[in-house]
T-cell receptor, first 115, second 112 residues
Framework: KAGVTQTPRYLIKTRGQQVTLSCSPISGHRSVSWYQQTPGQGLQFLFEYFSETQRNKGNFPGRFSGRQFSNSRSEMNVSTLELGDSALYLC??????????????FGEGSRLTVL | GENVEQHPSTLSVQEGDSAVIKCTYSDSASNYFPWYKQELGKRPQLIIDIRSNVGEKKDQRIAVTLNKTAKHFSLHITETQPEDSAVYFCAASTNTGNQFYFGTGTSLTVIP
């Protein structure tokens, strides 16, 4: 089985621009979640999608948004980029159903640098 | 919301010694506690997890203990090896989907 795939792996943007990151989950996984990883802050939850619906949302401003398609692929978008948005964005998929919580399978991440 | 604290932030041990990493959580509704290992430049991977109906779980050299009353859980690695060197993250979640609250990580170095 192919693992979680994230694109692009690296990108550089300037303040004020927007960015879209893509995530393809493991086949059969319906839950896709996104995390922001920064040094010293660990992994911070952005949002989770399950069957095209946002099921959970973290404490990030509205500039951060996402969506999930019928094939479970997910995208996240960050608008009006700020310097503090520089981070590794990790996508994770899981096979769990509507209520259970289980193992997250992470992608390699998209490293965003905002100049 | 949930708050997970993790200590220590860095830990160095001699090869063969044991390592212990501790986490506390604040939300009594949390009932699933995984531990992830992230090697340098790689993705986090689950190494062990425990649910709130169990007090201890062991898998070869690693074990996790959970104290629901005190709201803390710990990772124990025995007979450490250089390949155990990595950053370890604890996490907590309720049974409402895959929203995890992670600790800030412990950088473990095993000295040969």
């Amino acid at each position: 089985k192919a693992g979680v795939t994230q694109t692009p792996r690296y990108l550089i943007k300037t303040r004020g621009q927007q960015v879209t990151l893509s995530c393809s989950p493991i086949s059969g996984h319906r839950s896709v979640s996104w995390y922001q990883q920064t040094p010293g802050q660990g992994l911070q939850f952005l949002f989770e999608y399950f069957s095209e619906t946002q099921r959970n949302k973290g404490n990030f401003p509205g500039r951060f948004s996402g969506r999930q398609f019928s094939n479970s692929r997910s995208e996240m978008n960050v608008s009006t980029l700020e310097l503090g948005d520089s981070a590794l964005y990790l996508c994770a998929s899981s096979w769990t159903g509507t209520t259970n919580t289980g193992e997250l399978f992470f992608g390699e991440g998209s490293r965003l640098t905002v100049l | 919301g949930e708050n997970v604290e993790q200590h220590p932030s860095t830990l160095s041990v001699q090869e063969g010694d044991s390592a212990v990493i501790k986490c506390t959580y604040s939300d009594s509704a949390s009932n699933y506690f995984p531990w992830y290992k992230q090697e340098l430049g790689k993705r986090p991977q689950l190494i062990i997890d425990i649910r709130s109906n169990v007090g201890e779980k062991k898998d070869q050299r690693i074990a996790v203990t959970l104290n629901k009353t005190a709201k803390h859980f710990s990772l124990h690695i025995t007979e450490t090896q250089p390949e155990d060197s990595a950053v370890y993250f604890c996490a907590a979640s309720t049974n409402t989907g895959n929203q995890f609250y992670f600790g800030t990580g412990t950088s473990l170095t095993v000295i040969p």
